[in-house]
């Protein structure tokens, strides 16, 4: 059968029809899909605190640790940055972002951070006596803000509770040659030493360690001497005094009585 040119004409009116009536439809379906996708993405938005947020906390100290090892200190600042929104609480995370800004020379925000750490540990400790991890970092954020004292009691009780922490004596030791106790300094570097006998620090710690207390003993030794040499002189000084006083009495003149 022959098709006439308006049959034609409309026919393929029709199909133009048809395929923007299916085009219009398939945008629509490609709108909605993209619509539900950002929802999506918005509903997985979690709050501060929420265990979600606190293991993608924990992920993102892991991911400012790399950062920081590899000298990425801007980069790491910002990890450890959104660590701490995630979970303010996350003790390791502001010490962490802390020393970040101390590698950046921020000195005020990094004195900010070691305080909250230090105030962290100290709770977490206090709820966990028993977490050797916590006493190290706690000790790590005292030494930050050269509270020595406070570090050394802290790396003691993380050694306490795990004697083989290498890295833990070894701090012990550092700490407790800022305090110029040598021969405890000693001990806790050959402790780490018989941990790990290739701990090229643990065995220069352990060198100056031993300088210096033989510098105390030096110096205890010629301030003996000293106080010897002063205590002959006193003496000297008193004897001669003493005979001074014992001279005798002039012989008395004829002509000129008393």
């Known amino acids: 059968m022959t098709v006439s040119p308006a049959n034609r004409i409309k026919a393929t009116i029709f199909v133009c029809l048809i395929s923007v009536v299916f085009i219009s439809l398939a945008g629509c379906r490609r709108n909605r899909s993209l619509n539900s996708n950002t929802n999506s993405s918005q509903s997985s938005t979690v709050s501060p605190g929420?265990?979600?947020?606190r293991r993608q906390a924990e992920s993102l100290v892991e991911k400012g640790?790399?950062?920081?090892?590899n000298d990425q200190d801007e980069q790491a600042v910002d990890t450890f940055k959104q660590a701490v929104q995630n979970d303010p609480d996350n003790a390791e995370a502001h010490l962490r972002l802390g020393m970040s800004y101390g590698a950046l020379e921020k000195k005020d925000e990094a004195e900010g951070e070691y305080k909250k750490s230090v105030e962290l540990f100290k709770k977490k400790t206090a709820g966990d006596s028993r977490d050797a991890d916590a006493y190290f970092f706690l000790g790590?954020?005292?030494s930050f803000l050269h509270q020595d004292a406070d570090a050394v009691r802290a790396y003691r009780q993380a050694v306490k509770l795990k004697a083989d922490d290498e890295e833990a004596w070894y701090r012990l030791g550092m700490a407790l040659t800022k305090l110029a106790q040598y021969p405890e300094a000693r001990s806790a570097f050959q402790k780490a030493l018989d941990i790990d006998p290739n701990d090229t620090r643990a065995s220069d710690g352990l060198e100056n360690a031993q300088e210096g207390a033989q510098r105390i003993k030096e110096g205890k030794k010629h301030a003996e001497d000293m106080l010897k040499q002063q205590q002959a002189n006193a003496?000297?000084?008193?004897?001669?005094?003493?005979n001074s006083s014992a001279r005798p009495s002039p012989k008395r003149s004829p002509r000129k009585p008393w």
């Open 235 to 242: 003496n000297g000084n008193l004897n001669a005094n003493s």
């Open 65 to 69: 640790k790399e950062q920081y090892r």
């Open 50 to 53: 929420s265990d979600e947020a």
């Open 140 to 142: 790590e954020a005292h």
